[in-house]
């Protein structure tokens, strides 16, 4: 049974941080690829973030670069997503999800549900 479980969000004041959680179930974790994506309010879903597993290769979204900081423990089967400097405009739900390929692959075979990230001005 393929799970994943995102963790993490929060309310917090603009120029705080926030770690997101995502940990993984069901399938081999060291061959797949993560992706931390976001949807806020009457906009689309965007992918912010991912990493390779395979081969440790990230992407970020460039209005997170340098601020966001995405990681894999593949021991707990786990992917981070560390965001500092937050601003309001970070605000949305945030996902993680799951592909057997690269991470910039644009399909995600896996969805774990949201997690509500706000950032107050």
């Known amino acids: 049974d393929v799970q994943l479980q995102a963790s993490g969000g929060g309310l917090v004041s603009a120029g705080g941080s926030l770690t997101l959680s995502c940990a993984a179930s069901?399938?081999?974790?060291?061959?797949?690829?993560i992706g931390w994506f976001r949807q806020a309010p009457g906009k689309e879903r965007e992918k912010i973030s991912c990493?390779?597993?395979?081969?440790?290769?990230?992407y970020y979204l460039e209005s997170v670069k340098g601020r966001f900081t995405i990681s894999s423990d593949n021991a707990k089967n786990t992917v981070y997503l560390q965001m500092n400097v937050l601003e309001p405009e970070d605000s949305a739900v945030y996902y993680c999800?799951?592909?057997?390929?690269?991470?910039?692959?644009?399909?995600?075979?896996?969805w774990g549900q949201g997690t509500q990230v706000t950032v107050s001005s």
């Open positions: 999800a799951a592909n057997e390929y690269h991470c910039m692959r644009p399909r995600y075979d896996f």
């Open positions: 069901g399938f081999p974790f060291n061959d797949y690829s």
């Open positions: 990493i390779t597993n395979s081969d440790g290769s990230t």
